[in-house]
């Protein structure tokens, strides 16, 4: 099945400590993107890539790093530098400008 | 920043009824309108989108208008029912010489009586 996948699906951070959150598709797409969702609110881009090895803040990136060393693979890093990281994190991909985009199913992560 | 403005944020519709779904832009080189529909503990997933060249588009029981010299476009859900329960984000998005990227509205909670 074509799709996109992230995991883990639950994570929990303590105070101090940075976490990565995987994000990998198997559709064959160019672009990705990380958004954050918090109760209330819409999706808020936090970085996004056109290209592998290339990438670009979103509107929230303070806090955040990515990498995109492959195609397939675009992991997201929470960085202790990130005050308030308790949220929804959704991950995303397309195959060019105007066109669907696809999410996986979500990492909820919650500091503890 | 650009901006998608979403209203309301909340909606409760009677089985059968019509639900509507507002949303206003400011930036006019926006160039695609997609409308997603997210459950809870779910990634959103599209469900209708439509580009500026063309007034209204219709799916099934989905429409979108869009007025574009209003900067506005609407979702209608025709014959509402309790499966479309759920949260609908609209979106809008252009090309920019780093790529595109999708602006999202607030989102709207919509409850669907039986």
């Known amino acids: 099945d074509g799709g996109i996948t992230q995991s883990p699906k639950y994570l929990f951070r303590k105070e101090g400590q940075n976490v990565t959150l995987s994000c990998e598709q198997n559709?064959?797409?160019?672009?990705m993107y990380w958004y954050r969702q918090d109760p209330g609110q819409g999706l808020r881009l936090i970085y996004y890539s056109q290209i592998v090895n290339d990438f670009q803040k979103g509107d929230i990136a303070e806090g955040y790093s990515v990498s995109r060393e492959k195609k397939e693979s675009f992991p997201l890093t929470v960085t202790s530098a990130q005050k308030n990281p308790t949220a929804f994190y959704l991950c995303?991909?397309?195959?060019?400008?105007?066109?669907?985009?696809?999410f996986g199913q979500g990492t909820r992560l919650t500091v503890v | 920043q650009q901006q998608v403005k979403q209203s309301p944020q909340s909606l409760i519709v009677q089985k059968g009824g019509i639900s509507i779904i507002n949303c206003a832009y400011e930036?006019?080189?926006?160039?695609?309108f997609p409308w997603y529909q997210q459950f809870p503990g779910k990634g959103p997933a599209l469900l209708i989108a439509i580009r500026p060249d063309v007034s209204e588009k219709k799916e099934g029981r989905f429409t979108i208008s869009f007025n574009k010299s209003a900067k506005q476009f609407s979702l209608h859900i025709m014959d509402s029912q309790p499966g479309d329960s759920a949260t609908y984000f609209c979106?809008?998005?252009?090309?920019?010489?780093?790529?595109?990227?999708?602006?999202f509205g607030e989102g709207t909670q919509l409850t669907v009586n039986p």
């Open positions: 979106a809008a998005s252009m090309r920019e010489t780093s790529g595109s990227r999708l602006t």
């Open positions: 995303a991909s397309s195959s060019g400008v105007g066109t669907e985009a696809f």
């Open positions: 559709l064959n797409h160019d672009a």
């Open positions: 930036n006019t080189a926006f160039d695609y």
